[in-house]
Nanobody, 118 residues
Framework: QVQLVESGGGLVQPGGSLRLSCAAS????????MGWYRQAPGKQRELVAAFTSGGRTNYTDSVKGRFTISRDNAKNTVYLQMNSLKPEDTAVYYC????????????WGQGTQVTVSS
């Protein structure tokens, strides 16, 4: 079992910045993939940014150049630095972890609200 604790959401004006944090209860080295998804009202949950197996990073096209995913291995924590925020970035952001062993296991954080509005 993996617990994920998220923080850092809030209300920000367009053009502003926020940093989300996700701390895992297990060593980050035992995790195959870790990243962020978001879900806006009336829309499907979508991948925002993630570290995949092998240490590669994936970003959805709409955030490339504005968002940066990073990690602190010592703290088992992944961050999402969000710059130049737009109203369309408004959503609940969820941390996601995938572990693959005998089976494939997926875990989600509780979600943190990000609202971009003037």
């Amino acid at each position: 079992q993996v617990q994920l604790v998220e923080s850092g959401g809030g209300l920000v004006q367009p053009g502003g910045s926020l940093r989300l944090s996700c701390a895992a209860s297990v060593s980050i080295f035992t995790i195959n993939a870790m990243g962020w998804y978001r879900q806006a009202p009336g829309k499907q949950r979508e991948l925002v940014a993630a570290f995949t197996s092998g240490g590669r990073t994936n970003y959805t096209d709409s955030v490339k150049g504005r968002f940066t995913i990073s990690r602190d291995n010592a703290k088992n924590t992944v961050y999402l630095q969000m710059n130049s925020l737009k109203p369309e970035d408004t959503a609940v952001y969820y941390c996601n972890v995938v572990r693959v062993g005998v089976g494939r296991y997926e875990y989600w954080g509780q979600g943190t609200q990000v609202t971009v509005s003037s």
